[in-house]
């Protein structure tokens, strides 16, 4: 079953703070997050493991509750570039495990 | 930076012809991936490929579906007999080790099915 996540879509002014979910009915052992821009493909933002472990390279924030099976995409600030559309990949166990996608949430950053 | 190659960019085909996406993973890379992702929708899984061989495949992935390492750069996806709702970006990914590896992904084949 794919995560899912919510909102399915939200419009920010630009500098506004936004919350991304996703929830997952597996045990996780770690969850990633990417950002697709219309007609290009997924860039990855960060990764979060199973034991609190979180690797990222942007200004992006988000949080892992195992418990849960949730995690939760932190944008604050939010500039024109951050529109897109926004997808958890939640990842179980497995020697070569897949990703599998969320349902997406669209975002778009207005002036 | 080193980066995930797909060939076509677009390929536009006739129901029932036979199709080959093509993918040139990163060169030190390990583990292969197609998905795919019909426009306005979810990126959904197609297979994962691991030591020359399928490690996992979704339902999506039947027998008109195949992936190939034929030489040990290129990756391989081929359609046998295309369908309309085949039309999809394909994306083929790949990293480097297995759990909670960063996932590249390449730029994407565009198929049209007429």
């Known amino acids: 079953q794919q995560p899912v996540q919510s909102p399915q879509a939200v419009i920010l002014r630009e500098g506004e703070d936004a919350v991304i979910n996703c929830s997952s009915s597996k045990a996780l052992y770690s969850v990633h997050w990417y950002r697709q821009k219309h007609g290009e493909a997924p860039v990855f933002l960060m990764i979060l493991l199973k034991g609190g472990e979180q690797k990222g390279h942007e200004k992006i924030s988000a949080s892992f509750n195992e418990k849960k099976q949730q995690s939760s995409l932190y944008l604050t600030a939010s500039q024109l570039s951050y529109s897109g559309t926004y997808f958890c990949?939640?990842?179980?166990?497995?020697?070569?495990?897949?990703?599998?996608f969320g349902t997406g949430t669209r975002l778009q950053v207005t002036l | 930076e080193p980066e995930v190659t797909q060939t076509p960019s677009h390929q536009v085909t006739q129901m029932g012809q036979e199709v080959i996406l093509r993918c040139v993973p990163i060169?030190?890379?390990?583990?292969f991936y197609w998905y795919r992702q019909i426009l306005g929708q979810k990126v959904e899984f197609l297979v994962s490929?691991?030591?020359?061989?399928?490690?996992?495949k979704s339902e999506i992935f039947d027998d008109q579906f195949s992936v190939e390492r034929p030489d040990g750069s290129n990756f391989t996806l081929k359609i046998r007999s295309t369908k309309l709702e085949d039309s999809a970006m394909y994306f083929c990914a790949s990293k480097d080790w297995g759990l909670a590896g960063e996932l590249f992904f390449g730029e994407g084949s565009r198929l049209t099915v007429l």
């Open positions: 990949g939640t990842e179980n166990t497995g020697t070569a495990s897949k990703l599998t």
């Open positions: 490929f691991y030591n020359n061989e399928i490690s996992e």
């Open positions: 060169s030190n890379h390990l583990y």
